[in-house]
């Protein structure tokens, strides 16, 4: 199967739920580094222009690393305690309305960018990705919670050494970036990145990923593999129910 092929089986059944009705939000989740950022800029490649669609991360919605440090949560960061869940399900159900801002993250500095923030008028379609969902309600779903919930499931294996690819990536950035938050692991060799980056999986990571993010699965409207050649395939389809 082409490795695009399964972009274009979701951005079609994402097109049909939109085609009736439009202010339509689709929350994509799945594991830390399976991909939910490319995955949505690919779907908003997809469905541009006949749609209009926008993408935003739920990292936003992040606790800053000040308040996560208040809390006695920075090392809970990206755990679903560590998100304001409230502010996140004001500001769906404000675009519903007409706009709504939704606030910035950068991977660079680690904390939320006020700089990165987005006022975005009613669109179309808004693909919500990242973490800090919740398990979908029942069709009518409330207005402070997205229409549809997508997951993207991938072999740990593989999420592990996307993990740490992504991580070393970063690292290298940080030697030309003296605000980059990787900045402070220039002092290791590439070698010691890698374990590092792999003891931060097992202990932080992984089990988000098994206690949080992997049960949400089972709930998901759809539900999307992710191959080691980044190939899709939808295996999962309760959607059904929603266009009714």
Known sequence: ?????????????????????????AGLTGSVASGKS??????VDRLTPELHVEAVSTDGFLFSNAELGRRGLLERKGFP??????????????????????PGYSHEIY????????????PDLLILEG???SAPSAPPRCSGEPDLLIYVDAAFEELES??????VRLWRAAEHDPGSFYRRFRQMSE????????????????????????????RADL???KRADHSLVVTADRSESLLR
């Open 162 to 167: 996307w993990y740490t690819e992504r991580f």
């Open 1 to 25: 199967m082409p490795v695009d092929a399964g972009v274009a089986e979701l951005a079609e059944r994402l097109r049909s739920f939109c085609a009736p009705r439009g202010g339509f939000v």
């Open 191 to 218: 070698e010691e990145v890698v374990a590092f980056s792999r003891q931060v999986w097992e202990a932080v990571n992984l089990p988000n990923l098994t206690e949080h993010i992997a049960p949400l699965r089972e």
């Open 38 to 43: 490319t995955l949505a800029g690919q779907l």
């Open 111 to 122: 904390d939320i960018d006020p700089a990165a923030s987005r006022r975005l008028e009613r």
């Open 223 to 225: 539900v999307v593999l």
């Open 131 to 133: 973490l800090g969902h």
């Open 81 to 102: 305690e560590s998100y304001d869940r409230e502010s996140l399900a004001r500001a769906i159900a404000e675009l519903r309305r007409g706009e709504a801002l939704f």
